[in-house]
């Protein structure tokens, strides 16, 4: 296999974007240093479809391993064919390589083993031939009783049994069913206890049926975890009649009395052998693909989430709502560093409302808090509520936003908080959590486990290593994309820097409380493990504030230094005009100038390519840019709205928190977060929400309807976006 070619194919891209791409990955470069600076080897692929390469590369290479390794094993049994060498050459999978070894593999004990001990393969064969003769008859010379065989019916019964195992090892046969199954198979579901009353979240799925071929991803999770927790019964349903009539009509030859026997195997081979197999392959691809599925959705929320714009220069009040033990309050200053904690009951059992008040009051007027940011668990509506009706009554304004606390347990409890905050009992980081959320998710929720973090369906069922890699790529793009500042920045946030692993992020951290912080990127060069070829993947993410050198506080790599100054001469500039105030000034030169002379003529003036030119023009426009700050601000709150005082028709304005395959998940100020279903995301069709929303989109819904019992809100955007 050209397995080049083979991913220039399914990627739809060019040759040479494979070929480079290939060739930088099997370097040893990481994939977001190839997405952003070498865009010109690449043809500009993006960080999303170089991991896909990376994956389809790895599978096709372990492919073809696999392909050599059952290639070698057949040979060495002497029975490697040229059909079987085209078979193999033309495997796309790994399943079909192993379908074609089958009939070669050592098997453990099984009935065809325990009659082929008996020396009873000749009559198999006898009997499969179906020349004419009496198979009985036959059967009659195996007749041993030290082996086994006590008449020739047992004879014939473990003939049948290697017949059996024979035409379930058939590799054509398998391929011919397998994609039989695939276009025809249903999947189906019942309740498990007949007899139970009990409610369940899978009632939908007690007499259930769909074609595999068009069941939607969300429903195969929902139906594995329902016969997980033994709620369901499922099975892969076919037309066994049709099966077992395409078996017969490739290995039965005519009406003679062999002729039946082998129908008997066939019958046998089917419903012992073949069927639970295939159903256990098929019921296995159908949960492969749903979690890749998951997994994307999960990791497009990931993104949007980690990419929300943070809310620089306020002072905010971090609020961990609790019942029993009170709330717990952190305000820390628009840096993050924590000023003050306290904790409040303004919840049942206490219900100490006026006292939690002028607590909070006296914290507000202290810090001049600007924001509070309120952890969505438990008691998280009556503390919004709580919350909302406090700052009515502040002479300052003040406004709020309920944030995801997932993963801030997590957190809390972890040595790298313990090492942060020391003295801090696990509640209040869990505080001093919340409240930074709001102020930089990124940085935050580096912290945390990616798959802890809680945005996607079915993540807890998901293949725990597959779940890592894809989130865990998703936050290095995220922090890669935004820039880290190397005197600033957590070890979390430095780990997922381009080339840096913990233990390098450690010694970064380690160099600066020595020397007390880098003066330009250089000086990483001076870090301990931190080579040139970390340097080279790791220097154009990190920057350098007010350093000695403008440019390392830009997403421009070192190698392409020289390039910025011949571009910033052409304009008559210096790289001190692109600090400050000058900065915007110096920026529409640049623009003007590369406008009069050309792209492709500054490019070859400043040694670069096209591509790399743009990149650079585009920081020294806006150096330190942070990418972040152009999207969308998150919606702060000063009021809540009551489930009871909704009403159907109702038009109001929320906040996306979540995606699934069917339907957005839309915070519109109440606890229960509203579901506006796939049908009623737009006025026309949606193939997927995420074509829709994102999670962070700020959107108009109405309210279709209110189910207060099951506290269920449904949505829609229909006419209204």
């Known amino acids: 296999m050209d397995i080049l070619a083979k991913i220039t194919e399914e990627l739809g891209i060019r040759p040479t974007q494979t070929k480079a791409a290939v060739e930088l990955l099997d370097a040893g470069n990481t994939i977001p240093f190839i997405a952003r600076y070498r865009k010109e080897a690449t043809g500009a692929l993006d960080d999303q479809q170089l991991r896909e390469l990376s994956e389809r590369l790895t599978y096709l290479r372990n492919l073809e391993k696999r392909k050599e390794e059952v290639r070698a094993a057949i040979e060495e049994l002497g029975k490697l064919t040229e059909e079987i060498e085209k078979d193999l050459s033309e495997a796309a999978t790994l399943s079909a390589v ?13 009935r065809a083993s325990v009659a082929k001990e008996k020396g009873l393969e000749p009559l198999a064969q006898f009997i499969l031939e179906q020349s004419g003769g009496d198979p009985y008859a036959e059967a009659t010379n195996y007749i041993n009783e030290e082996k086994g065989v006590a008449s020739a019916e047992e004879a014939v019964a473990g003939a049948l049994d290697i017949i059996a195992e024979n035409i379930s090892d058939d590799p054509e046969i398998r391929k011919i069913l397998n994609e ?8 189906s579901s019942v309740k498990a206890d007949e007899n139970s009353e009990q409610e369940s979240v899978y009632e939908n799925y007690y007499e259930y049926k769909e074609a595999v071929t068009k069941i939607p991803t969300h429903r195969i999770l929902a139906i594995d975890r329902g016969e997980r927790e033994g709620v369901l019964k499922v099975a892969v349903e076919v037309d066994s009649d049709n099966m077992i009539y395409t078996i017969n009509s490739r290995v039965v030859t005519g009406r003679k009395k062999c002729s039946e026997l082998v129908e008997n195997a066939v019958a046998d081979a089917y419903k012992r052998l073949i069927h639970p197999s295939i159903e256990r392959r098929v019921r296995s691809d159908l949960t492969e693909k749903a979690c890749t599925a998951a997994i994307k959705v999960f990791g497009d929320n990931l993104r949007q989430l980690l990419m929300q714009p943070p809310v620089k220069g306020m002072v905010t009040m971090g609020f961990d709502p609790g ?30 409302i006026a006292g939690a008040k002028r607590t909070l009051t006296a914290l507000i007027k202290k810090h001049g808090v600007n924001a509070i940011s309120i952890g969505n668990g438990t008691a998280s509506h009556e503390s919004e509520v709580f919350i ?51 102020q930089d998710p990124l940085s935050e929720l580096v912290k945390i486990e990616p798959k802890a973090i809680g945005v996607g369906q079915y993540q807890h069922d998901m293949p725990p290593a597959q779940l890592s890699e894809a989130l865990g790529g998703v936050v290095e793009d995220c922090v890669n994309n935004v820039g880290v500042d190397v005197n600033t920045a957590s070890v979390p946030l430095l780990s997922y ?56 506080d830009t997403a421009v790599h070192p190698e392409s230094y020289d390039a910025a100054r011949k571009l910033l001469a052409l304009c008559g500039l210096t790289e001190s005009d692109i600090i400050g105030e000058s900065s915007k000034l110096s920026g529409e030169k640049i623009k003007a100038k590369v406008k009069e002379l050309g792209l492709k003529n500054a490019a070859e003036q400043a040694g670069v390519g096209d591509m790399t030119l743009s990149d650079i023009i585009k920081e020294l426009m806006k150096p330190g840019r942070d990418p972040r700050d152009e999207l969308p601000k998150p919606m702060l709150r000063t009021d809540v709205v009551d489930i009871n005082s909704l009403k159907e028709g109702m038009e109001l304005k929320g906040t996306v928190r979540n995606i699934t395959d069917f339907g957005a998940f839309v915070d519109i100020g109440v606890h229960q977060d509203g579901l506006v279903h796939i049908s009623q995301l737009a006025d026309r069709y949606v193939k997927h929400p995420l074509d829709v929303v994102k999670v962070g989109d700020i959107v108009n819904v109405k309210i279709l309807g209110i189910d207060t019992k099951k506290n269920r809100i449904s949505l829609t955007m229909k006419g209204l976006n």
Do not use: H, W
């Open 388 to 438: 909302a009706d406090m700052i009515k009554e502040l002479s300052t304004p003040v406004s709020y936003m309920v944030v995801s606390e997932a993963g801030a347990s997590v957190y809390s409890a972890s040595k790298l908080a313990q090492e942060e905050f020391p003295d801090f009992d696990v509640t209040e980081r869990s505080a001093v959590s919340i409240a930074r959320r709001l």
């Open 323 to 352: 019942y029993r033990t009170g709330c717990k309050i952190s305000v820390v200053d628009a840096t993050g560093k924590v000023l003050d904690t306290a904790v409040v009951y303004p919840t049942p059992p206490k219900s100490d």
């Open 98 to 110: 192993e379908d074609i070894y089958r009939p070669y593999k050592p098997k453990k004990k099984t």
């Open 497 to 552: 820097v381009a080339g840096i692993n913990s233990g390098i992020a450690k010694n970064i951290v380690a160099y600066r409380e020595e020397n007390g912080g880098f003066t330009d990127r250089k000086e990483l060069l001076k870090v301990s493990k931190l080579g040139k070829k970390t340097f080279e993947q790791c220097a154009g993410f990190l920057r350098v504030r007010d350093g000695k050198e403008p440019l390392d």
């Open 180 to 187: 039989l199954y695939d276009r025809t198979a249903l999947i």
